[in-house]
């Protein structure tokens, strides 16, 4: 597969009529001085001597660019709080991984909120993937401040198995559900990464011991694209058929409402608005509440 035609493709898509105006006021924004930014559970950027008239063109540039799924991220006075309250997820993963010095990699990663969590390991490369020109205006909005050395592909997972260079570590958090062959993008997650690699992976999941996966109907907590919802055993019984020699299972968690939830940055319904109003333990369609299981699997 010839990846610069790809690129060369999807690059296309930043003039598209509905994105355009996000690459126009990316491009309008100064170039700042004396900017400080501080990682912990958001990504904290301070810009020192910030006029109101900058401040405001900052805000009505991130107004613009809405729905913000992940984050949260901080702009001096402007807070992005994003409808995920991903530091939960990122803060349960850290302990499991050390990036320093590694070739990483974060497929399907939205607006790069965990790319630059990373930063603060030290990793050797940080490359995303995601096919969204929403989500890489997103990331080129706050990388305008940071002016990180992360590389944000406009790929799919698809097109991991075929990239440039191997990865030490490869991160796929909420990806797998929406894929029709999840073993098939298992292996080109196997394929992309080093001798000794590691992937850290979470997906929905189904209670039980039986290695069986939920297939929906229609929907999955109003979600169209979801196609299997596996029990952990049968999750670890995909990773094994594709290569992965040892699976980890790091944490099982429900999906709470301090972590999915409606806010002033997405304008649209979230996790409350998916499960039944009268059970909670089930989604609005009767199937099991959104849970995940997070693992590590091992080339």
């Not at 996000?22 to 020192?48: F, K, M, T």
């Not at 063109?57 to 702009?75: D, E, H, N, V």
């Not at 080129?140 to 440039?164: A, M, R, T």
């Not at 029990?231 to 094994?240: D, E, I, S």
Request: contains cysteine.
């Amino acid at each position: 597969m010839n990846l610069d035609n790809v690129r060369e493709e999807r690059q296309k898509w930043l003039s598209w009529k509905n994105i355009r105006p996000y690459q126009e006021a990316i491009s309008a924004l100064p170039d700042y001085l004396n900017v400080e930014l501080s990682l912990g559970d958001r990504v904290n950027i301070q810009i020192e001597d910030l006029s109101h008239e900058e401040a405001e063109q900052i805000k009505q540039t991130a107004l613009l660019m809405k729905p913000w799924r992940k984050g949260p991220f901080q702009i001096n006075d402007l807070f992005i709080d994003s409808e995920w309250q991903s530091q939960i997820k990122y803060n349960l993963l850290e302990p499991h991984f050390d990036l320093k010095g590694k070739t990483v990699g974060d497929i399907g990663c939205n607006n790069g909120y965990y790319l630059f969590r990373m930063l603060s390991q030290e990793p050797k490369k940080l490359i995303g993937f995601d096919p969204s020109a929403i989500y890489y205006s997103q990331f080129q909005f706050i990388n305008h401040f940071i002016k990180s050395d992360i590389v944000y592909e406009l790929l799919g997972v698809e097109h991991v198995e075929f990239y440039e260079q191997k990865f030490d570590t490869l991160f796929c958090l909420g990806v797998l559900y929406h894929r029709s062959d999840p073993v098939m993008m298992l292996k080109s997650l196997f394929k992309g990464l080093n001798k000794d690699g590691e992937l850290i992976l979470d997906t929905f999941m189904i209670d039980g011991e039986d290695e069986i996966c939920l297939t929906p109907k229609d929907r999955y907590s109003k979600i169209p694209n979801i196609y299997f919802v596996p029990t952990v055993n049968a999750l670890k019984n995909w990773c094994h058929r594709v290569g992965f020699k040892r699976v980890e299972v790091l944490e099982i968690m429900k999906t709470e409402l301090n972590e999915q939830r409606k806010t002033e940055w997405i304008d649209t319904q979230s996790l409350e608005d998916f499960l039944d109003p009268n059970n909670p333990e089930k989604t609005i369609e009767g199937y099991p509440a959104p849970k995940r299981v997070y693992i590590k699997a091992i080339k």
